[in-house]
């Protein structure tokens, strides 16, 4: 079992409290104060940094760029509304499924 949960959760609360602090005190409110586009942009910024990381074999590169890429897609979550207990809750309903039967359920 791993650390994960908890880091995520206490994560999520730094995120919540420092979206609407001063943009010029917190790298979270300015990002949050420039709008859902820069947070969307760094978001695809990450995952091609974590891509390229994966593509290259580079074991700490992947880890550092995975954290960056899950960090900013908690940015998002947060500005959005979306909890970790919400994607927890979607993790545990397609617990135990297929991923071809989840597809097919969702007819993509």
């Known amino acids: ?15 919540e409290e420092r979206k609407h ?12 104060a420039k709008g859902l ?3 969307l942009k760094k978001v695809a910024e990450e995952a091609a940094e974590t891509m390229l990381a ?3 074999g ?3 590169a992947l880890v550092h760029e995975s954290v960056d890429l899950l960090f900013h897609l ?16 979607e993790i545990y309903r397609r617990s135990g499924r297929s991923g071809l ?8």
């Open 1 to 15: 079992m791993s650390d994960l949960g908890p880091a995520l959760d206490a994560l999520y609360a730094v995120l």
């Open 21 to 32: 602090a001063d943009a010029s005190s917190s790298y979270v409110a300015s990002l949050n």
């Open 37 to 39: 586009d820069a947070i």
């Open 54 to 56: 994966a593509k290259n």
């Open 58 to 60: 580079e074991r700490q």
């Open 74 to 89: 908690m940015v998002l979550m947060a500005r959005q509304g979306i909890s970790c207990d919400d994607l927890a809750g």
């Open 101 to 108: 039967e989840e597809k097919a359920a969702r007819g993509k």
